[in-house]
């Protein structure tokens, strides 16, 4: 059964990107582009990992983990943290939140994928 990975990313290029490169690794993904959806949608989909963009539309990146993180069917699920916010203190802060990993952008498809696998298994 393949993993499912959720991708939130508002940038259409970045999104269609995650989202070829994990379906050629063999992943099941659900892109989402409205950070207002996430919720919803992780609940529905059931994701292995998300991959959370940080800077969203309308709401922090950093808000939907820490919402994730109280929900009791998603509190579990691994976040990804890619971002464009690579000043210091962000990772820490973001990995505060909740997220268990970070990438920051632009990603390079190698460090991307290492980091996918290392915390879908």
């Given at each position: 059964m393949a993993k499912r990975i959720l991708v939130v990313e508002d940038n259409d290029l970045n999104r269609k990107l995650f989202c070829d490169v994990l379906r050629a690794g063999g992943f099941e993904v659900e892109p989402v582009a409205?950070?207002?959806?996430?919720?919803?949608?992780?609940?529905?989909?059931?994701?292995?990992?998300?991959?959370?963009?940080?800077?969203?539309?309308?709401?922090s990146g950093v808000d939907l983990i820490v919402a994730m993180r109280r929900d009791a069917g998603l509190a579990d699920t691994p976040v990804l943290a890619v971002t464009a916010y690579a000043g210091k203190g962000d990772e820490e802060r973001i990995r505060d939140a909740g997220a268990n990993g970070y990438l920051s952008k632009p990603v390079s498809i190698g460090p991307f994928m290492a980091a996918v696998k290392n915390l879908v298994g």
């Open positions: 409205d950070g207002e959806a996430v919720l919803n949608a992780a609940r529905a989909f059931t994701p292995d990992l998300v991959i959370m963009d940080i800077q969203l539309p309308g709401v």
